[in-house]
């Protein structure tokens, strides 16, 4: 199967292929922005439509539905709360983070029940808990838990993706104290030809495959996987691309944090002294932890 046309050069869905992935400030005209109410939608030339909402569960702390083209992710966090399983936490003097991760049955074409726990969610949870880890500042809430739920309700590749971006935006809503925010994308490399953002389509073609995590304003790595082998500078062109992709992610999520009105101090007022824990101010483009004074 041909997954870049010979004769005009796209891919499958009709993307460029080759395209560098614009950042902010856009050099040219900027990627097209469409507002309705808490959703925000952005179009780069390369990526596949991103959609993010928060919000979107009532009863929680935290929440975001997050769409990468057709893979739909909701994420929801709880938290931060007093720790349930006191012999899970290693450490009191920081939080306690937990991740569950989950396949909705009607996710896919396959209609097969997904026992719970089982061994690629579990590997999941993981990578994504560890990727939050990285992000939270998780020494201002010691002996407490945050518990972060991620169900994929609709895949169509690059789903691991797309959780790390959910739980990103959930933790955003949820007021967590954070270094930097998390965004994560994947590339890889199919008829000799770098792609950004692959779909089901791409994915299952059994080509190598770079996702990569990153501290976007930090400019650091915080996860790096690869399911296949490649020559190293073939690797490094991936990687770049990869790399592009969640920077893109990273102007999309704060474009998205501004329109639907994440007011941290609010947030802060309302939940950090209940928690009696540090507070945190809002700089130019995230949060920044100071010391809270106020009592309960």
Excluded at 46 to 73: C, H, I, P, W, Y
Excluded at 96 to 101: D, G, I, K, P, W
């Amino acid at each position: 199967m041909e997954f870049v046309d010979a004769l005009t050069g796209f891919r499958v869905d009709g993307r460029r292929p080759n395209e560098v992935t614009p950042t902010f400030p856009f050099p040219t005209a900027p990627p097209r922005v469409t507002q309705s109410h808490s959703v925000l939608l952005l179009d780069f030339a390369q990526m596949r439509q991103l959609k993010g909402e928060v919000g979107v569960v009532a009863r929680a702390d935290g929440s975001a539905l997050f769409e990468m083209g057709n893979t739909r992710v909701i994420a929801a966090v709880y938290g931060p709360r007093e720790v349930q399983n006191k012999g899970q936490q290693v450490n009191s003097k920081e939080a306690l983070v937990r991740c569950e991760y989950r396949m909705a049955e009607f996710s896919t074409g396959d209609r097969r029940r997904k026992p719970k726990g089982d061994r690629r969610s579990t590997e999941i949870s993981l990578v994504i808990r560890q990727t939050m880890e990285a992000s939270i500042l998780t020494h201002l809430m010691p002996r407490s838990q945050i518990d972060i739920f991620v169900q994929v309700l609709q895949a169509d590749g690059g789903t691991r993706s797309a959780c790390i971006n959910a739980a990103t935006l959930a933790l955003a809503d949820a007021g967590i104290p954070m270094r930097d925010i998390v965004t994560s994308c994947s590339a890889g490399y199919l008829c000799s030809t770098p792609l950004l953002d692959l779909n089901y389509v791409e994915d299952s073609a059994g080509g190598p495959d770079v996702t990569v995590g990153i501290l976007a304003k930090m400019d650091k790595v915080t996860l790096l996987q690869m399911d296949a082998k490649l020559p190293m500078d073939t690797f490094e062109n991936v990687m770049e691309l990869a790399i592009e992709g969640c920077k893109a992610i990273a102007t999309y999520i704060r474009e998205t944090r501004k329109i639907n009105g994440l007011n941290m101090l609010k947030i802060a007022s309302h939940k950090w002294i209940t928690h009696r824990v540090k507070g945190l101010l809002v700089e130019d483009e995230w949060l920044c932890p100071v010391q809270w004074t106020g009592n309960s």
